[in-house]
């Protein structure tokens, strides 16, 4: 859903998750510029970032600082509270919100939800636990239909994703299970693939 030149990566937020999410970005993109908020653990990513990953990493003093201009962004926090103002969401930027994974929890704002077009991991959980999108539906902000699509009918083909290059998408993550169990799958066929790990025989039940 990210443009194919995206490259300038806010993290809001420096905890394991930004750490895995940094890993996972420059992995699949050629990041120009890493800027990172986060009240008290941003120094300890930086320092590990430019250890582990050769990854400069510049400190923010603000989420707004670290938003201005980026068109990647993830949102990695455990907020109650939102982090993410919609008026620092930069045209045609895609965010990643990863926290805020429990009802009651929030890192968006209202004004952000409403400028993006958003995609979910799983509709039915979206709309059971997702506060960062309840509470613009129950403002009125948006519609029942204001999320576009699972992530799984975008791999799929079945829907388009990003409809234009100024258009800001949303990937609200909640966390499933299959998601897990498919990634594990993944990891163990790369693995055997590459002749790495160990197997280790489980005795049948």
């Known amino acids: 859903m990210a443009r194919p030149e995206a490259g300038d990566l806010a993290l809001i937020g420096a905890g394991v998750q930004a750490r895995s999410h940094l890993e996972a970005l420059a992995a699949v993109r050629p990041l120009r510029r890493v800027r990172v908020y986060s009240p008290s653990t941003a120094a300890d990513l930086q320092r590990w970032a430019g250890t582990w990953l050769d990854v400069p990493v510049e400190v923010m003093p603000s989420a707004a600082a670290a938003l201005e201009g980026a068109d990647l962004v993830c949102t990695v926090t455990s907020a109650s509270a939102p982090v993410v103002a ?28 409403a400028r993006c077009a ?41 829907h388009p994703g990003r409809g234009d ?20 799958f993944a990891a163990a066929r790369a693995a055997r693939e590459s002749g790495l790990g160990v197997h280790v025989a489980f005795p049948a039940s």
């Open 86 to 113: 919609g008026r620092d969401l930069a045209p045609g930027a895609h965010v990643n919100a990863v926290g805020a994974s429990v009802r009651g929890a929030r890192e968006l704002d209202s004004a952000a939800v």
């Open 165 to 184: 290059d100024q258009e800001i998408t949303l990937y609200k993550s909640l966390g499933m299970a299959a998601q897990d169990v498919v990634a594990g």
């Open 118 to 158: 958003v995609f979910v991991d799983s509709r039915e959980s979206a709309a059971a636990e997702s506060t960062d999108l309840l509470a613009p539906l129950e403002e009125g902000l948006i519609g029942p239909y204001h999320v576009r699509a699972e992530l799984g009918e975008v791999l799929l083909g079945r």
